[in-house]
């Protein structure tokens, strides 16, 4: 008993508590505010015969605009992204960009959300065939629910349980894409944080970690988020998204690969620059510890974030994107864009477009002085 009861207080399980009470609340408030969430699981997980799916628009972009990119060409480059679920799309809109500027990324990193559509675009594929095969995706195609898990998570007092969905058949759709590529075989290095449950530590997979890992299993790894998708076994333990920790990793840019001299860094996670949300007054509103809750849960995740954008910004030339309003994948919104691909669309012209912007920006700022 007085293990259980030192267990139940210890000060370090103080953000779990506080995790439940923001995710719950969240939840709630997304489900009542947004009733479409409801819609989207049932499409997901209980398809109706008689139901009709929406077209998708597979082909997003315009026809292609070169863009002028002065001596980007020169410069090496990385491409990063933090996690966001389907409002990371928005990756492919920035790959399309860097097409019509004629620019390839040296290396890219990645995070939970946006490995579904980064690591097509480092195994080689052009942004257009990316975004028709993401936007092909169907919900009933890639979520596999573990049904005879939670029939028995009850009697089982939830031995075993860490997630609803298995997520194989993710992996098995992304297998018909990039077929058995590894990550040491593809044209552009890239990366993902993941986390060990066993240890509690994070890992990137990349050709110089995990040369032999296949990029459709690194996927489905990288977005195995706890509670919703199943950790995945590698070696003797088990693994889940790395992003619930480095939600922005710069790591593998720095210190893995051969540092860059630019960096195209999109957000889709937290506002402009990792700036916390304003709980001001916090203290005179009703069920003031809701407030809190949500401060206390994001704090280390967040705060990890502006330090690694410090750290970035030391290194090389950095443009930051935010393509896609973070509110978009707030509370409900985040499972709702990995249920419902409809916006998906929009996200990748919206990276597209913020990417031309900010690479003419550059251009326009680096651009030589003529000579008198």
């Given at each position: 008993?007085?293990?259980?009861l030192?267990?139940a ?6 953000r ?9 609340r ?13 819609n ?35 410069r ?21 960009a ?7 990324p ?6 939970s ?8 675009i ?8 990316v ?16 049904w005879?898990?939670?029939a ?9 349980f ?24 593809m ?15 994070i ?14 299993r ?6 195995a ?9 590698l ?8 992003g ?6 710069v790591?593998?840019?720095l ?22 949300e304003?709980a001001?007054?916090?203290q ?20 990890l ?6 750290r ?42 913020e990417t ?17």
């Open positions: 008993m007085g293990y259980m030192g267990a207080l210890d000060v370090f399980r103080l779990q508590y506080f995790n439940v009470i923001t995710r719950t969240e939840f709630v408030e997304g489900v009542r505010e947004d009733a479409g969430l409801i989207d699981a049932r499409r997901a997980l209980l398809p109706l015969p008689f139901h009709q799916p929406r077209e998708p628009d597979l082909h997003p972009f315009p026809s292609s605009q070169p863009l002028l990119s002065g001596d980007l060409k020169e090496r480059l990385a491409l990063l992204a933090t996690g966001g679920s389907g409002a990371l799309a928005s990756v492919v809109g920035a790959a399309r860097l097409e019509e500027a004629g620019v390839r040296d290396v890219i990193s990645l995070c959300g946006s490995a579904l559509f980064g690591f097509p480092a195994a080689g594929i052009p942004a257009d065939e975004a028709a095969f993401t936007l092909s995706l169907r919900p009933d195609e890639y979520v596999d629910v573990d005879r898990m939670l028995s998570l009850i009697p089982r007092v939830g031995t075993g860490a997630g609803i969905i298995r997520g194989e058949r993710i992996e098995a759709r992304y297998r018909q894409l990039l077929g058995d590529m590894t990550l040491g075989e044209p552009i290095p890239a990366y993902a944080p993941v986390w060990n449950i066993e240890e509690n530590r890992e990137y997979i990349g050709p110089r970690t995990y040369p032999d890992m296949s990029v459709a690194a996927i489905h790894m990288a977005i988020l706890p509670m919703f998708i199943k950790p995945v076994m070696r003797n333990g088990f693994w889940c998204d790395g619930i920790v480095d939600i922005f990793p790591q593998p840019v210190d893995i690969e051969e540092r860059p001299e630019l960096a195209l860094a999109i957000n889709g996670f937290y506002p402009p620059r990792f700036v916390g304003n001001s007054g916090w005179d509103r009703r069920n003031s510890i809701l407030y809190v809750a949500s401060q206390v849960r994001t704090s280390q995740q967040i705060e974030a502006r330090i690694n954008l410090v970035l910004e030391r290194e090389c030339d950095v443009m930051m994107i935010e393509p896609v309003p973070y509110t978009k994948v707030r509370g409900a919104g985040f499972y709702r864009q990995f249920l419902d691909t409809a916006e998906w669309p929009s996200f990748m012209r919206a990276g597209r477009l031309r912007r900010a690479l003419a920006a550059w251009s326009h700022r680096n651009q030589a002085s003529p000579s008198p």
